[in-house]
């Protein structure tokens, strides 16, 4: 198992944590999966024999872009999921689209995962999402909010993510939230994110979020300091952003 340079020792031990408690799930040909057009009779093969750290990016990238049944089998989805974890808290994206990466949850009931099954998905989203807090831009210019969508689809916590979020002292958390404040959500109303896969259920969670006092005052905070440093990794247009923000939240 080769660990990514920005995955934190946390994140590690979370995903360490995840092959002990999916161990138990076992697969065996056919796969829930279109074999013949969309995975070769070869790609099923080393998906059911190879151990499931060992499946390449590329491989389990082709098994998750490929049509499933409606109702995939979830004992198979279980199975790959630490794989999952792991390449997705490396940053490599297993779908074309990062907020479709876990998207297979959606196929699922909470009452499906056992209460250690769903404690593991919360401590490794709050841990992921940590982690993304520290990092800007993040790979292929990708926004934090796909992040969210992404671990939505798993049933999270997710106003514990936020919490974290306004508590993260990180320069490159406040970018982020300028990120969304700017263009993460569509239209005059602003009450919609702008990516199709948001939902508005997220898209409330989010406005309430960033409605709070708490919120707003603790990045006026923030924002203020990096205005008043101007460090000279920040472009001049995003302090030029940075400040639109700061009279937005102030308000």
């Not at 995903?15 to 002990?20: E, G």
């Not at 998906?47 to 098994?63: G, K, N, R, S």
């Not at 958390?173 to 990516?195: C, P």
């Amino acid at each position: 198992m080769l660990w990514g340079i920005l995955m934190t020792t946390e994140l590690k031990d979370i995903v360490l944590k995840s092959y002990q408690v999916f161990k138990k799930y076992k697969v065996t040909i056919p796969l829930d999966v279109c074999v013949g057009h969309c995975i070769s009779e070869n790609q099923e093969r080393e998906l059911v024999y190879l151990a499931v750290h060992d499946i390449p990016f590329e491989l389990l990238y082709d098994y998750n872009t490929a049509a499933k049944t409606k109702k995939p089998s979830i004992q198979e989805f279980k199975h790959f999921l630490p794989r999952f974890l792991e390449l997705t808290a490396d940053l490599k994206f297993l779908h074309h689209s990062p907020e479709l990466v876990l998207s297979q949850f959606h196929h699922y009931d909470k009452s499906e995962w056992t209460d250690v099954e769903k404690q593991l998905m919360q401590d490794f989203g709050q841990a992921y999402f940590s982690q993304c807090l520290t990092i800007y831009p993040l790979p292929n210019l990708e926004s934090i909010d796909s992040i969210l969508i992404m671990l939505s689809e798993t049933k999270i916590d997710i106003e514990l993510l936020l919490a974290t979020w306004t508590s993260s002292q990180t320069k490159e958390s406040v970018l982020h939230f300028n990120d969304l404040v700017i263009r993460g959500f569509r239209g005059d109303r602003q009450d919609e994110l702008v990516s199709s896969f948001g939902g508005k259920e997220l898209s409330k969670i989010l406005i309430d979020w960033l409605n709070k006092e708490t919120t707003r005052f603790s990045f006026a905070d923030k924002i203020e300091k990096i205005m008043m440093e101007s460090p000279a990794d920040i472009e001049q247009t995003t302090l030029d952003e940075l400040s639109w923000t700061y009279e937005k939240v102030r308000v």
